[in-house]
């Protein structure tokens, strides 16, 4: 079973006013005491500050003592289905009037007492405009044939288009350095590569430059983030560039994946709850990848932040919770020695996983009884007659203690590989292995070292030939 870290963050408004925030909402199409919620964002979701009622006038107005955090805010209608618009907000000047109509919010949307989103609403409406551009070239470029010179004019028109993209969001930062658009407009401003010169006659040049342009990028995805400003918390965009970096951008090597968590985590101290963000958001995404290998990173990180006392925010509870799971997952991480067995066989000889004389040996922890093995252990022994010719071997590890159970499928189908199991314990396979569940399948090179983990039986012939191609 996955650990999974749940961190629930409550928001505590940092500036106590007496001003407080007053926000007056008129929505064309709804009825006196329709209710409205005001939420703010918090990376994917949204949670609830504030709700009201519209009076006979069509208003409702939001009110508070304190001021509202800085951040990308939502007023949701529940009687249209949940349907909502944005504004945002800064720790300040959070009196002002937003009228709009339900048939088209932003198009109708009129702003009083607020300069802020009057630039947001400026800024969306362009936004707006280009990317019905973009899609509306996408749909003509599908009708044309590929090299048509048609289809040369519609790529110079996204070129055009890309740069139209790209000089309205730095414009529009470059306007509100300091307010919150600034700070939207600049996590969406994509990472912009200089050109690269490189002297005539040079080898491999175009392998030179997408290697200059893949490490410029890598090394510069984050810099429209200021790590120090806890309100591009309270937007989706952070999570979206950190979920689109570690599966996009870094090349899928635990090593490299390593070392650009530990950067981006460090960097990301010099705000608290920042910290705890981007620390949380990357120790679970590698926890829950589904991806082999991920689990490294997730022990990297656990090692470096939790039960180094780093994670302010971790309980004794909590880190104990992952230390736990950090030592069921290091002895079996892929590129290890994997733990020896000492086991019993069916006529009672001992016999040991290093003992194995094979170029690979899989090594597979089962049981009879299991839903999935039932299926998967008859495709594993089919598979093991073609594979035995190729120097590997199969160690089958019984997990249970019914004697007769074992034998009767053994027996069943005849299997010939090396049949073991521990009634006693003695071995401490589950400990070692993690083996929670059946079945579970390892592979194993001559070395003993761990190849691949987890895997399903018609993935054993690609991972150990791509072994033996690039391991010989």
């Not at 800064?90 to 109708?108: A, G, H, P």
């Not at 139209?164 to 306007?175: C, G, P």
């Not at 009767?408 to 993690?434: Q, T």
Request: contains cysteine; charged residues 30%.
């Amino acid at each position: 079973m996955k650990l999974i870290l749940i961190l629930s963050f409550v928001i505590v408004p940092f500036i106590i006013s007496a001003e407080g925030y007053k926000i007056k909402i008129k929505v064309k199409g709804l009825n006196p005491g329709d209710s409205l919620l005001l939420g703010h964002r918090f990376s994917d979701k949204i949670f609830a500050d504030d709700t009201t009622l519209t009076d006979k006038a069509g208003f409702g107005t939001f009110k508070g003592d304190d001021l509202l955090d800085g951040g990308i805010y939502v007023v949701l209608i529940p009687s249209k289905k949940n349907v909502y618009f944005e504004f945002l907000l800064d720790k300040n000047s959070q009196e002002f009037t937003l009228e709009t109509d339900t048939s088209d919010f932003l198009k109708y949307m009129k702003v009083s007492g607020s300069e802020l989103n009057k630039r947001f609403y400026e800024f969306q409406n362009k936004w707006v405009k280009l990317q019905e551009k973009a899609m509306d070239l996408s749909e003509k470029s599908k009708k044309l044939k590929e090299g048509s010179d048609s289809i040369k004019i519609i790529q110079k028109e996204f070129e055009k288009l890309d740069t139209e993209r790209m000089n309205l969001l730095k414009s529009t930062y470059e306007a509100n350095k300091t307010t919150m658009l600034g700070v939207v407009s600049y996590a969406m401003t994509p990472v912009d590569v200089p050109e690269i010169t490189l002297p005539d006659g040079t080898a491999k040049k175009d392998s030179l430059e997408r290697l200059y342009r893949y490490v410029y990028n890598k090394d510069h995805y984050f810099d429209h983030f200021d790590f120090a400003d806890d309100r591009i918390l309270r937007t989706p965009l952070l999570e979206s560039r950190l979920k689109e970096f570690f599966s996009k951008v870094v090349l899928m090597d635990p090593d490299s994946l390593t070392k650009e968590a530990f950067k981006l985590c460090d960097r990301s101290k010099a705000q608290k709850d920042v910290f705890r963000f981007v620390t949380v958001y990357l120790t679970n995404y590698f926890e829950t990848s589904n991806i082999m290998g991920m689990d490294r990173i997730f022990v990297n990180l656990s090692e470096r932040y939790y039960l180094t006392g780093d994670a302010w925010w971790a309980d004794s509870t909590l880190t104990e919770k992952i230390r736990k799971r950090v030592g069921e997952l290091k002895p079996t991480l892929i590129g290890n020695i994997a733990p020896d067995l000492r086991m019993e066989t069916m006529d009672k000889r001992i016999v040991t996983l290093h003992q194995t004389n094979a170029d690979y040996t899989v090594l597979v922890f089962y049981e009879p009884s299991c839903g999935h093995c039932k299926k998967a252990i008859p495709k594993l022994w089919e598979w093991y007659q073609t594979a035995r010719t190729k120097k590997i071997e199969v160690f089958a590890v019984y997990t249970q203690v019914d004697e007769k159970e074992w034998k009767e499928f053994v027996d069943k189908y005849g299997f010939d590989w090396i049949n073991v199991w521990d009634p006693y314990g003695f071995s401490n396979f589950r400990k070692f292995y993690d083996v929670s569940t059946t079945p579970q399948i390892f592979i194993l090179d001559k070395n003993k070292k761990i190849v691949a983990k987890k895997l399903g039986v018609e993935q054993l012939d690609q991972v150990i030939e791509h072994h033996r191609k690039f391991f010989k």
